[in-house]
Nanobody, 115 residues
Framework: QVQLVESGGGLVQAGGSLRLSCTASGTSFSVSDMAWYRQAPGKQRESVAAATSGGSTNYADSVKGRFTISRDNAKNTVYLQMNSLKPEDTAVYYC?????????WGQGTLVTVSS
């Protein structure tokens, strides 16, 4: 059974930083593409950042220069370092693992940025 477990969310003041972690089990992490999404109250889920199995990364325009995605294949973990946080970054953040014929989502972790 494939499982993703996220951690690292919480309450932070605007301008602060948080690091989210997502650890996978039950699957071949190194050959999987990983991504972070978020969903704010009343809004659709949106892509934040992605890190492919080949090492490429990409970011939503709204987080470029502030967020960094990285992965540690030895630990089956993907991270999202979030700096210079803004109130509009407040959302539930979800981790997603994908590869051919497989897509798995984590349970989400809440990030709240106060002004």
């Amino acid at each position: 059974q494939v499982q993703l477990v996220e951690s690292g969310g919480g309450l932070v003041q605007a301008g602060g930083s948080l690091r989210l972690s997502c650890t996978a089990s039950g699957t071949s992490f190194s050959v999987s593409d990983m991504a972070w999404y978020r969903q704010a109250p009343g809004k659709q889920r949106e892509s934040v950042a992605a890190a492919t199995s080949g090492g490429s990364t990409n970011y939503a325009d709204s987080v470029k220069g502030r967020f960094t995605i990285s992965r540690d294949n030895a630990k089956n973990t993907v991270y999202l370092q979030m700096n210079s946080l803004k109130p509009e970054d407040t959302a539930v953040y979800y981790c997603r693992l994908s590869r051919r014929y497989l897509e798995v989502w984590g349970q989400g972790t809440l990030v709240t940025v106060s002004s």
